[in-house]
């Protein structure tokens, strides 16, 4: 089996910066594309980003620069970075990705989420 783990999450200020890291754990035989989505209710979970295996980057918010979302596929873990954080990205914070287990086809995985909150 495989298991996505976030941490990083906590209680940041507004415009400080915060860094999540996702970490894919289990008989890992590859990972295509990974995610990061959020959720803060009663909105429905949103796309933040997504990864290639490959690095490529795609940012789905509106003021999309304040987010980096590097990877590292030697450790099987992919990070978030937010800077300029504002009080609306308070959310619980979900890790996705695409993972070939012991060279079966590829499924989807979920992690647990990490809560942030941003005090204004």
């Known amino acids: 089996q495989v298991q996505l783990v976030e941490s990083g999450g906590g209680l940041v200020p507004a415009g400080g910066s915060l860094r999540l890291s996702c970490a894919a754990s289990g008989s890992i035989s590859g990972i295509d594309d990974m995610a990061w989505y959020r959720r803060a209710p009663p909105k429905q979970r949103e796309l933040v980003a997504v990864?290639?295996?490959?690095?490529?980057?795609t940012y789905v918010d509106s003021d999309k620069d304040r987010f980096t979302t590097p990877r590292d596929n030697a450790k099987n873990t992919m990070y978030l970075q937010i800077d300029s954080l504002k009080p609306e990205d308070t959310a619980v914070y979900y890790c996705?990705?695409?993972?070939?287990?012991?060279?079966?086809?590829?499924?989807?995985?979920w992690g647990q989420g990490t809560q942030v909150t941003i005090s204004s």
């Open positions: 996705y990705a695409r993972v070939e287990v012991d060279r079966l086809p590829i499924d989807a995985y």
């Open positions: 990864i290639s295996n490959s690095g490529a980057a």
